[in-house]
């Protein structure tokens, strides 16, 4: 078995023009003294910043207004010498000391860039403090800066990371793509975004799949129902029963949990800057038997298998330390499964996993759990039809941005498509791409 040589780890972006950039205390601009290339003016205002800074923060400014939250500019790009004249009036005013968690020194300025501006409310309630948060203004920037490319740069608590004190008004222009990224994955900061890792599996919401020649294959989400370039991550994967992505000792990383035909059940960990350590065995006798992964426990640190058996019996396999499983681990939580696919899956969306199961005549019935590894004595309801079209389904969160949550499923026509779940039940389907008769989807 072979995977992937491990990636380069992802370093921070250094180039100035980059939308990406990463400029902080100990991450100066280069050069210092750098001026942002295609500067216009903010319409209506005397403040500069970058063409799509300008574009993308009138439909921000639209979109607050529309929703009785209106905002203003308050500041934007400053060159060299209007930051250090700034910086030096903070430390004529309040020392160096405090004026290092206030101001950037010149060349350290994200308003160098010309990808930060400082908003407030229109009517000038709080000005540039803190309190700004707490406003509707600030709760609804805060809420929706995302959707239109911006992220709040100095978020509260994270003074030790950022070096800068909770500024809920410094919006930073990353663009659409990574500030839906962030903000669905939840990472508060740049800094722990450009943590220098760079898992081959770069999220739980990414399609992973393995072709006719056994190549195994990422496809990473776009947070916004699509999918990414795809990458080689592995070879050899011939003889691959099924496939499940999971961070299976609960360190924040992807692995992969492989089922073989001839009954192995295989653990590939995987590592921080790409690739996977040689696969640990802690299963065998699985050749017979559906799998599907999940947190059957709610509250559990690992996931764990539900499987069913030849007879139509249904298992639970707890995961108690991370690595291998044991029978006397498992235990039994129905019977009559037969004529059943099963798919992991909180349909009701109250934080318990649930089984969905496929008869043969295409009806998906849903069989809801209580989070203790029990189902809920209740009449089973059929919740789909025409699903025996259906060849595989993973539940997934974030696929089309911050909240959502879906099946991402592979039919066997070769379609992949996605089946939003909402509270109120599901939402409108639509196909993710087409041609993939010949891919393994895992689950």
Known sequence: MLTAQPATAALPVGDPNSYHVLVTKSRPLN??????????????????????VSANLSNLFAGARNAGAPLSVVSAYRSYDEQAALYNYYVSIYGQAVADTLSARPGHSEHQTGLAVDVGNANGSCGL???????????WVAANAYKYGFIIRYPDGYQSTTGYTYEPWHLRYVGRPLATEMKTRGFPTLEHYFNGSNPSIKSPTDLTTVDSSGKLWNYPANWSGGLAKRSLVGSGWVGLKAGFATDWNADGVQD????WQDGRLTLYRGLRGGGFQAPIRIGTGWANHEITVGTWWRGSTYPSVVAKDSAGRLWHYANNTGGALSSQARGQIGSGWQNLRITLADYDRDG????????????LVLYRSDGKARFISESRRT?????????????????????SYGLTARTSSGAVKHYPITPRGWGGSFTVGTG????????
């Not at 210092?32 to 063409?51: C, E, H, K, Q, W």
């Not at 993939?436 to 689950?443: A, T």
């Open 352 to 363: 318990n996993q649930d089984v969905l199961g496929t008869r043969t005549t295409g009806e």
């Open 129 to 139: 403090g803190s309190c700004f948060g707490d406003t509707p203004g600030g709760r």
């Open 383 to 403: 919740i789909g039809s025409g699903w025996q079209h259906i060849e595989s389904a993973r539940a997934v969160s974030g696929f089309q941005g911050p909240g």
């Open 256 to 259: 992969i949990l492989a089922q």
């Open 31 to 52: 050069p210092l003294n750098y001026i942002a290339p295609d500067l216009v003016y903010f319409p209506g205002t005397n403040y500069v910043m970058r063409s799509a």
């Open 436 to 443: 993939w008769q010949n891919y393994q989807q895992f689950r």
